[in-house]
């Protein structure tokens, strides 16, 4: 039984060590409806408490052992719920006042006058409950902004869902590839250690890296065949088109956006759209640029086929360091290795492959 199943609310602790007060103060309850229990010491105080839930303490300040502050603070940090009411004689008033900074509801001083006995302890119950009731105001207000947080998120989240759909039906070969980008970006992501909400915002942004080819034409999306310069380049408006689109969605986002944006830089510079070079590069659109480059040369294209596993794994390579981070790349030969992604068909019958991996793991 835990002290919030059985309700205390009537249910007191009188604490002195001298018994007639004691007994006068138990009378006294029991007139009001309580049920009263008895303890001659702090000590004795706690033990009872460990098994009668109460809502109220009355306690002597001078006892003999654990006096009253002491029996205060071990009653605060155990039992927050428990009201504490002190009994001082006059003289020690000042120590009555410390109590009541160190959360004591109130105190009563010797010889007790029982009307304001009555007061008080009606006043501390009072004072009880409304603290009670705000804690949990606090606590249900609380959980239900998280609630919304969640529901605004998930509203978010269709929405840019909705957004990788259209793109999908405009190039079914997008269908796939991003969820496999957003899947290898999030497990290189692990494997460098990043936080979880930047792994999530990384699998986020992989899903989305591509979402600027709504603006670009079919015709050039779906060519059958070598793309011109000119055809090359509409592609390529692809990154800022995104970042355009996505931005004031995801202003708050930045990882996202760095993706959408960056994810065909190149380490030497030579990338677009903005020419960076190295670490300029945010490391997220590294690490996607990664993801993408593998799952791209894996693929199927209307104008080539897929590369075999090995030998991706063997372009990859040789393009880090002008093309990849070599640390991305890196992480992401250990994690084929390691077999945390799942390859699907495309990564059966290589099994020597996968070794392949492991062994280009070791070299860098
Ligand atoms: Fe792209």
């Not at 001083?109 to 009307?115: A, C, G, R, S, Y």
């Not at 497990?187 to 992989?206: H, K, P, Q, T």
């Not at 059958?224 to 055809?231: F, K, N, V």
């Amino acid at each position: 039984m835990t002290h919030a199943e059985l309700d205390p609310t009537h249910r007191c602790l009188v604490v002195d060590d001298e018994p007639r007060l004691r007994q006068a103060l138990v009378r006294l309850m029991q007139g009001e409806g309580f049920t009263c229990f008895e303890a001659g010491s702090g000590q004795q105080a706690l033990e009872v408490l460990e098994r009668e839930p109460v809502a109220l303490v009355l306690s002597d300040m001078r006892m003999p052992g654990m006096d009253g502050a002491a029996l205060l603070r071990e009653v605060r940090a155990r039992y927050p719920d428990i009201a504490m009411v002190m009994i001082t004689a006059v003289a020690e008033v000042d120590v009555a006042v410390a109590c009541l900074s160190a959360g004591a509801m109130d105190y009563l001083t010797k010889p007790f006058v029982f009307e304001e006995v009555r007061a008080r302890v009606a006043q501390a119950l009072e004072k009880r409950r409304l603290l009670r009731e705000n804690r949990d105001y606090q606590e249900r207000l609380e959980e239900r902004v998280r609630a919304q947080a969640r529901r605004i998120e998930e509203l978010f989240l269709a929405g840019v869902q909705s957004l990788a759909e259209a793109l999908e039906l405009k190039d079914p070969y997008t269908r796939g590839h991003s969820i496999r980008v957003s899947q290898y970006g999030g497990a290189i992501a692990r494997m460098l250690g990043m936080e979880a909400d930047v792994v999530r915002n990384i699998e986020l942004g992989g899903h989305l890296h591509d979402i600027g080819k709504i603006g670009v034409r079919e015709d050039v999306l779906n060519k059958a065949g070598p793309l011109t310069r000119e055809e090359y380049e509409h592609i390529m408006t692809h990154p800022v088109l995104g970042w355009r689109i996505l931005k004031p969605l995801l202003d708050d986002n930045p990882v996202v956006l760095n993706i959408v944006r960056s994810h065909h830089e190149r380490m030497d510079g030579m990338g677009v759209p903005d020419g960076l070079a190295g670490e300029a590069i945010p490391r997220e659109a590294r690490i996607i640029a990664v993801a993408d480059s593998f799952d791209a040369m894996m693929s199927q294209r209307p104008y080539r086929r897929g590369l075999s596993y090995a030998d991706t794994l063997a372009e990859l390579r040789r393009s880090s360091g002008t093309q990849l981070d070599p640390e991305v790349v890196a992480a992401f030969l250990e994690v084929v290795a390691s077999g945390a992604i799942d390859l699907g068909e495309r990564g059966s019958g290589v099994a020597a492959a996968r070794a392949l991996g492991a062994a280009h793991a070791e070299e860098t």
